[in-house]
T-cell receptor, first 109, second 114 residues
Framework: QKEVEQNSGPLSVPEGAIASLNCTYS??????FFWYRQYSGKSPELIMF????GDKEDGRFTAQLNKASQYVSLLIRDSQPSDSATYLC?????????FGTGTRLQVFP | SAVISQKPSRDICQRGTSLTIQCQVD?????MFWYRQQPGQSLTLIAT?????????ESGFVIDKFPISRPNLTFSTLTVSNMSPEDSSIYLC???????????FGQGTRLTVV
């Protein structure tokens, strides 16, 4: 069974800080990695995807991928209370997306 | 990205009955997927809806319980049959946009079985 693992949290950070969310995966052959944000009662929203080793930046978000370590992370700079949500890591493996259980992020003023 | 409309957005159903959930996309898409998200859990893929052929079900999900239709490239339905309280969950339709691997989701159907 291919797995994607995340710490469930909650991860609490003060407003303006950097939030670091981590994810590991078991399928060494995976090539595509995604971060989704899910507000309570809402459906997941794609915020970042990354295919190559290294960093990918989009606004306040940076995705980091290390295929050798089978590790992908999401950094949120200048965290805002509106960033408080559950962040789902997803990995494309054997023709489907496999989701982690999500990390709940709380940004307090 | 595609605009995905899913309905109903929520329903409360009696056990033993069935509910059909509809998913409409504003553009033709190759792949449509149905997920379940149980309370406090992550997303679990139920099946891939294939246009013109039977759906492909994941382990633990069977066609008799979750029949799926995919009559064209913009529409799919998922039926939750003979419901029990354990079927209470959020059901989500998703599509791959332009053949990419990332998935975009409809707003979900929150099902409560009493």
């Amino acid at each position: 069974q291919k797995e994607v693992e995340q710490n469930s949290g909650p991860l609490s950070v003060p407003e303006g800080a950097i939030a670091s969310l981590n994810c590991t995966y078991s399928d060494r052959g995976s090539q595509s990695f995604f971060w989704y944000r899910q507000y309570s009662g809402k459906s997941p929203e794609l915020i970042m995807f990354i295919y190559s080793n290294g960093d990918k930046e989009d606004g306040r978000f940076t995705a980091q991928l290390n295929k050798a370590s089978q590790y992908v992370s999401l950094l949120i700079r200048d965290s805002q209370p509106s960033d408080s949500a559950t962040y789902l890591c997803a990995v494309f493996s054997t023709d489907k997306l496999i989701f982690g259980t999500g990390t709940r992020l709380q940004v307090f003023p | 990205s595609a605009v995905i409309s899913q309905k109903p957005s929520r329903d409360i159903c009696q056990r033993g009955t069935s509910l059909t959930i509809q998913c409409q996309v504003d553009s033709q898409v190759t792949m449509m997927f149905w997920y379940r998200q149980q309370p406090g859990q992550s997303l679990t893929l139920i099946a891939t809806a294939n246009q013109g052929s039977e759906a492909t079900y994941e382990s633990g999900f069977v066609i008799d319980k979750f029949p799926i239709s995919r009559p064209n490239l913009t529409f799919s339905t998922l039926t939750v049959s003979n419901m029990s309280p354990e079927d209470s969950s959020i059901y989500l339709c998703s599509v791959d946009w332009q053949g990419n691997t990332e998935a975009f989701f409809g707003q979900g159907t929150r099902l409560t079985v009493v």
